[in-house]
Nanobody, 115 residues
Framework: QVQLVELGGGLMQPGGSLRLSCAAS????????AGWYRQAPGKLREWVAT???????NYADSVKGRFTISRDNAKNTVYLQMNSLKPEDTAVYYC?????????WGKGTLVTVSS
């Protein structure tokens, strides 16, 4: 019943910006925590950012000051605005949410940062 769909990935030059979206069905983001994770080839999946139901946000040190997580309750969608992109940001980005102790993941969207 829960489905998360990430959109917005693509190719961007270093220093550029991309905005990822995560549209949800079967779960209400306004009442549940949501976050973004990423996984580069050959590396472990790492946490990027989290937004709590009340709007509190947290970021990994690697993206702090460059990325912004936000939520649009009317659209039941969470976003990740990525600015000042670096080649090391290249990864598949996944949306995750938790409800009643259960984690739900999207399929991921690929972000490639290269000149």
């Amino acid at each position: 019943q829960v489905q998360l769909v990430e959109l917005g990935g693509g190719l961007m030059q270093p220093g550029g910006s991309l905005r990822l979206s995560c549209a949800a069905s079967g779960i209400i983001f306004s009442g549940n925590a949501a976050g973004w994770y990423r996984q580069a080839p050959g590396k472990l999946r790492e946490w990027v950012a989290t937004i709590a139901p009340g709007g509190n946000t947290n970021y990994a040190d690697s993206v702090k000051g460059r990325f912004t997580i936000s939520r649009d309750n009317a659209k039941n969608t969470v976003y990740l605005q990525m600015n000042s992109l670096k080649p090391e940001d290249t990864a598949v980005y996944y949306c995750k949410s938790r409800r009643l102790g259960m984690d739900y993941w999207g399929k991921g969207t690929l972000v490639t940062v290269s000149s």
